[in-house]
């Protein structure tokens, strides 16, 4: 018998709405990518919310937004997805790895602050597993210094931090709807900010840096000639994809519901393993369960691996 990692909670209602985007003739980035790009923001209060090709494309936008480029240092966890460190890298700034705390697998301000330098530009706060990360806590480290928090929230859709959707409080958060994620679109991302002129900067960046996008030129009934104002990317969802996301974000309750009795089930048996630790709730939110980690004390009889 094989247990996988993840199995996408996706079926008929998804092919469906698929099917409808493809005999539309719309197939690219159009009007079923700004229709999920406002029910997430909805969904999750915030202002904006930019939808592109995958969770590392929207922490690259997500830099470039926050102004990080070279010679900059920007802190990340020790503990993460390569992508992580790979989108610092992107923008031509130096990863900066800081320590977990050992609870929330999250980087918190106690191992954060050893690792500030007068070159610190930004932290990237992972919300490990979908664990909520101490947002107020970090930004109150960092905020007095100048320094930005980009929210990697790529595993945390539907996580709650302090009574509102993980990303709600964030100057900018970057969310991923790969397979391994509980909402999907077989690949994409979304990030999201209150900031109307960061988002607006985020648009073009998806679309090579045009300042007219591909959808108004075609609705328009008069040749378009578009500029392109800085060095821009092909980062775009295309309606296909957003068409599922948009039915995946209607399951999403009952999705977060499921994986909770599931966990329960984990932690229910795994409690009678002594000296074993398992991810919790933290005091200040709650988890997706998006993965369920268990740390091993130093002589647990049986290794990792």
Not at 14 to 42: C, I, K, L, N, Y
Not at 49 to 72: E, K
Not at 229 to 246: C, K, P, S, W
């Amino acid at each position: 018998m094989t247990i996988p990692v993840m199995r996408p909670w996706i079926g008929e209602e998804e092919a469906a709405a698929a099917a409808a985007a493809v005999r539309s003739g719309w197939v690219a980035q159009g009007p079923r990518v700004a229709e999920f790009e406002a029910a997430f923001a909805d969904s999750i209060g915030v202002a904006h919310a930019v939808a592109v090709s995958s969770c590392t494309a929207a922490l690259h936008l997500a830099l470039l937004a926050a102004g990080i480029g070279p010679g900059d240092e920007v802190v990340v966890p020790s503990l993460s997805f390569i992508a992580t460190a790979n989108a610092v890298r992107y923008v031509g700034a130096e990863p900066v790895f800081a320590d977990v705390d050992e609870a929330t697998q999250n980087l918190v301000p106690g191992t954060v602050a050893p690792q500030l330098t007068e070159r610190t530009r930004a932290v990237v706060l992972v919300d490990q597993a979908g664990v909520p990360a101490d947002l107020d806590a970090m930004r109150a480290l960092c905020e007095p210094r100048g320094i930005t928090v980009v929210e990697d929230a790529a595993c945390a859709v539907g996580s709650v931090y302090r009574g509102r959707p993980v990303g709600a409080g964030a100057a900018i958060a970057a969310f991923s709807f790969h397979p391994r994620k509980l909402l999907t679109t077989g690949e994409g991302g979304m990030v999201v900010t209150p900031d109307a002129e960061a988002a607006a900067r985020m648009r073009r960046l998806r679309e090579h840096g045009m300042d007219v996008s591909a959808a108004q030129r075609h609705a328009s009934q008069q040749p378009v000639i578009e500029r392109y104002l800085e060095t821009g990317f092909n980062y775009r969802m295309t309606d296909v994809q957003a068409a599922i996301g948009l039915v995946q974000l209607g399951k999403l309750d009952q999705l977060i519901a499921r994986r909770r009795v599931l966990a329960e089930r984990y932690h229910r048996v795994l409690s009678a393993l002594p000296g074993l630790a398992t991810i919790t709730d933290p005091a200040y939110g709650t988890t997706n369960y998006q993965g369920f980690w268990v740390l091993l004390p130093p002589d647990f009889p049986v290794g990792r691996n």
